[in-house]
């Protein structure tokens, strides 16, 4: 049975890239454009892990990130920050809000396949 992964960013060539990437390992790929966005896809059905940006309009990755781990039935879900930025007070911030890992763009996909690999194992 194949994994599914959530993949939030407000870019979609970038939702395209880390998609392909995934989809070309075997998982499934959910797709949302932002933090309110993607919010409406933890409809219930199973997710193992949730690949978000950090700067999106709407909702950010952080207040997203905060607000997945509110959800009792996605609070265990790990979930990797993709994002342009390196500061090491927002990468505080985000393993306080329950972040598993912070990935850089741009990424390796060989990078990200063996962060997920890990995390949903």
């Given at each position: 049975m194949s994994k599914t992964i959530l993949i939030v960013d407000d870019s979609?060539?970038?939702?395209?890239?880390?998609?392909?990437?995934?989809?070309?390992?075997?998982?499934?790929?959910?797709?949302?454009?932002?933090?309110?966005?993607?919010?409406?896809?933890?409809?219930?059905?199973?997710?193992?892990?949730?690949?978000?940006?950090?700067?999106?309009?709407?909702?950010?990755?952080?207040?997203?990130?905060?607000?997945?781990?509110?959800?009792?039935?996605?609070?265990?879900?790990?979930?990797?920050?993709?994002?342009?930025?390196?500061?090491?007070?927002?990468?505080?911030?985000g393993k306080e809000a329950g972040l598993k890992a912070w990935m850089v763009?741009?990424?390796?996909p060989e990078q990200m396949l063996s962060a997920v690999t890990k995390l949903?194992?």
């Amino acid at each position: 049975m194949s994994k599914t992964i959530l993949i939030v960013d407000d870019s979609v060539s970038l939702r395209q890239v880390v998609a392909m990437t995934l989809k070309g390992e075997g998982y499934d790929v959910i797709e949302g454009c932002d933090g309110k966005d993607a919010l409406t896809k933890l409809d219930g059905r199973k997710i193992h892990l949730i690949v978000s940006d950090l700067n999106m309009p709407n909702m950010d990755g952080l207040t997203f990130v905060k607000q997945v781990k509110l959800n009792a039935s996605y609070k265990f879900v790990p979930i990797i920050m993709l994002t342009t930025e390196t500061d090491e007070g927002l990468k505080a911030q985000g393993k306080e809000a329950g972040l598993k890992a912070w990935m850089v763009k741009p990424f390796k996909p060989e990078q990200m396949l063996s962060a997920v690999t890990k995390l949903v194992a």
